[in-house]
């Protein structure tokens, strides 16, 4: 217990020092810097809009993270399988069914854009099962692939005639673009699509047989072979499965707000690498990852503000960031450790 | 002991941080402008330059009250910058600094039809969304001269961002330059694919020297080619690199010939004069196009401001000679200087690209006697003859 409080209080300890750093070299108190977040992130009905629009694309990508995290399969590679839903969806608006009507060209947008991540994430899957090849390298380095794919496309094969020889696909047709509610940008079918698979990765994870097999080995691998279960099968099918939300959070993404593919980093700004701390924040509950993909949805938000209107370097949301990863961290140890000894104490 | 120690410093941290600092709002009725950026204010390119401007105005117009700028804003959060200066700060005026941010800017400024907005470097306009840009491709036909004189592997090297028409445009007119003073030479690019990348950079940079490229020009926002060029050059390995957007020259005083700079602030305070004098408005900026060059004093030759040619190098190219058809037998340092003046004459007496100029194919891309039309020049996707990169398709 006395480990638990240590660790509560170091990280608390880091973050606060980190504050009074920033405090330091910009003059400007934490008191202002965190109101003015909490209050342009939350505190008007357009700060609510822009954070729950941002929390869409995080929601997608940590429920997706939660399974293969909750399997201890480390797949860091949301980011580039959100690209790929992102070019799948482009596929199907532009080359494969323009003209299709609007009720079945999103569905198969996002169908393919699932897919499309699936896929993405099936190689690392497949170098782990057959090379036992780390994932964490694999899935990582398949993002800056991804990344290229998507350049490789806007500059050229799929860069628009109508643009002027800039780095753009064509603009979907309007029947691929999804709705928003009222002026805000909400792309509501997304945010509605994960909420439900939120509870669909609940139940698959505490009610259902696969989500037994996946705790199971994300707790003791060795317990699980044992058991008989079919690990090689299980890691593939989590791997697909959280690459296919990540690509589900593309295709939003550019039917939603952009309505074309663009540079990389004009699709996703970091949206797939924001999503692993959202899922061990979320603590690995489908839940609780809605809950916190919306906070930090607010804390992407509120940084703008404490940039524009505090006059801060634009790096200080990231220092921030970092800060709240490191104490997660922290945290995340002191929890593990306490984990393994209440379940040898009940042994 | 050792935890109580630790609480205690935490409790001591937490009271000094909760007094909260008093910051004040200027009461005057101003014009609020805001500026977004697309790299780090301190990138020492892009950025940077764009950064210096806004700072250079804040005592020379007193009428405006310079909101603080955003930095580092990605394309995907352009939308929601923009709302956030327009509707939490009050702007009445957004200058929005990268290409990536044209269709934000387009959506803004149907959003806000009583704003005023400017975008940098696009080609989308509206009632009141006008476009500006200081255009380099004169300055980069000056550096190709020097280029074209000094490299004694006959090859040059460029690290360009991204295939764009913009940068095609800059690396044709550096082209230009080299092949009118030593047409032996070729002209070679890496691609970056990103406006920011110095890791990148350097390797493209490195790579281009691997190939035996001497001298080297970039578009790329940081000095990082600078850099390797008076690392190369301390190392008894000269190459000779030409500064971009800011000041590069004391990053490489043996290695930085000259150099593209930019003075934004020429175009923002037109700009900024023209709104309070009503002459632009939020209904009549469909045209408002701007495309200055060296006549307007946007942009100026060389590696640190005033200084159009690094010393150390004057000598090595009033050392050169060429045959001009006008000027006869001139020395490079002196054709740099009259093509110069040229330019700067309003209307210009020079422009590099006037025909005859042939693609790589060998395709008459403009014909003989004629200037390049401002739609060529911004649509240009096509190398001239002595470059041997290929534009990606």
Redesign the interface.
Known sequence: MLEK??NL??S??VV??G??GI?LVS??????MLKSIII?AFGSI?GLS?TLTKSIPLMLCGLGLSLSFRSSIWNIGAEGQLLMGAIGATWIALYVMPNAPKLILIPMMFIVGAICGGIWALIPAILKVKFNLNEIIVSLMLNYIAI?FV??LI???WKSPYE????YSTKFPISAQLPRIL?T?IHYPTLILALVLAIFIYIILYKSKLGYEIRVIGDNIDAARYAGLDIRKIIILVLILSGGLAGLAGVG?VAG??HRL??A?????GYGYTAVIVAWLGRLNPFLIVFVSFLFGGLL?GG??I?????L???TINFINGLILIFVLVQSFSKIRLYSTKKGAER | MKDRFLAVLSVILVISLIVPTAYGIGAEKKLRVAFIYVGPIGDYGWSHAHEMARQSLIKKLPWVEFLPPAESVPEADAVRFIDRFVREEKADVVFTTSFGYMDATIEAGKKYPDKIFFHCSGYSRAKNVGTYFAELYQVYYLNGLMAGALTKTNKVGYVGAHPIPEVIRHINAFALGVQEVNPKATVDVRWLFSWYDPSKARMAAESLISDGCDVLAFTEDSPTVVTVGEEYTKKGKPVYTFGHYSPMQKYGPNSCVSGQLVHWEVIYKDILEKIRRKVYTNTNLENVDYWWLLKEKAVELGGDFGVPVNPRFITPLKGKKILDPVFGKISVYDLVMKRLSQMKANPEKFDPFTGPIKDQTGKVRIEAGRRATHDELWNMDWFVPNVIAKIPK
């Open positions: 409080y240590r209080g170091l608390f300890l606060i020092l504050l009074f405090y003059g400007i108190s934490p008191y202002i342009s357009y822009e290229e350049n490789y500059y050229g094969p002027w020889g800039f780095p002026d940008r993404e707000i952009h663009r540079v980093s004009g699709i996703s700004s938000v703008d503000a940039q524009v209107s505090l006059g370097p634009g790096a």
